[in-house]
C-alpha cells in the first residue's frame, strides 16, 4: 500500500470524527465509496471482475444480503456487500462490519466505520467499546476509537478513557490510537477524561493535542 494511498485514507477517516453536513458528507460517502471500489475490484481480479461489478451496481438489498453468508464467498464480496447495505441502513450488515472495524488493514476499518454510523444500529456503541478498550488489539483500534468519537454514544468517552490509560504505558508503541483517543475525548468535552488527558501532557507525541482537548472540557 502506497504511503499516498495511507495519507488519503487517514484524511477520510480522519473526517469521520468531525462533524459534517450536507455536501461534505455525500463527498466524504462518495470518496470512500470509490476508494472502496477500486480496491477490492483489484482484489477480485479478471475472475471475480463480473461480480464485483454486479455487486457494486445492484439496487437489490436481498442480493447482498446473499453474499454477505453465503460459503465460499471471498472477503471482498463480503466486505462490498457488508458496506453497501450499512450504508443504506440494513442491519444485516452489523456484524460483519463490526469485524471489519477491527481489521488488521485500515483501510477496512475506516470503509466499516463509515458504513457502521450510516447503520445507525443501537449496537454499535458497545461493540466499537469493546474493540477500543480490548488491550490484544490496540494495534487495529483507531477506527473503534474514531467511530466512537463520531457517535457520541453513552459508552463513548468511557471506553476512550479506558483505551487512553492502557496505551500510556511506555512501552506501548500505539501512539496513532492513543492520539485519536486524546483528540476524541477532546471533542466530546467529558470532565471524566481530565485527570488521563493531564497524563498525556507528559507524552511528547501527545502533549499538543492533550492541551487541546483539556481546553475544550468543562470548567468548575
Do not use: K
Not at 463490526?98 to 477496512?108: G, I, K, M, S, T
Amino acid at each position: 500500500m502506497s504511503v499516498d494511498t495511507l495519507s488519503v485514507m487517514d484524511e477520510e477517516s480522519r473526517a469521520l470524527t468531525h462533524p459534517l453536513t450536507g455536501s461534505a458528507t455525500d463527498l466524504l460517502a462518495e470518496s470512500l465509496t470509490e476508494s472502496l471500489t477500486a480496491r477490492l475490484r483489484e482484489e477480485a481480479g479478471p475472475a471475480g471482475e463480473a461480480e464485483c461489478a454486479r455487486l457494486a451496481a445492484t439496487a437489490d438489498p436481498a442480493e447482498l444480503a446473499r453474499a454477505l453468508v453465503e460459503s465460499g464467498r471471498p472477503l471482498w464480496c463480503r466486505e462490498l456487500a457488508a458496506f453497501r447495505l450499512g450504508c443504506a441502513g440494513d442491519r444485516r450488515a452489523f456484524e460483519a462490519l463490526v469485524l471489519l472495524l477491527n481489521h488488521r488493514d485500515p483501510e477496512r476499518g475506516a470503509c466499516a466505520a463509515h458504513a457502521l454510523a450510516e447503520l445507525d444500529d443501537p449496537r454499535t456503541p458497545r461493540a466499537a467499546a469493546a474493540l477500543a478498550t480490548n488491550p490484544l488489539r490496540s494495534a487495529y483500534a483507531l477506527h473503534p476509537v474514531r467511530l466512537l468519537t463520531t457517535l457520541r454514544a453513552p459508552e463513548s468517552a468511557s471506553a476512550l478513557i479506558t483505551a487512553l490509560e492502557g496505551l500510556l504505558a511506555p512501552e506501548v508503541p500505539h501512539w496513532t490510537v492513543a492520539l485519536a483517543c486524546v483528540e476524541g475525548l477532546g471533542q466530546l468535552g467529558d470532565g471524566r477524561a481530565r485527570p488521563v488527558l493531564e497524563s498525556a501532557l507528559h507524552h511528547p507525541g501527545l502533549s499538543g493535542a492533550a492541551a487541546d482537548a483539556l481546553s475544550r472540557l468543562p470548567t468548575g
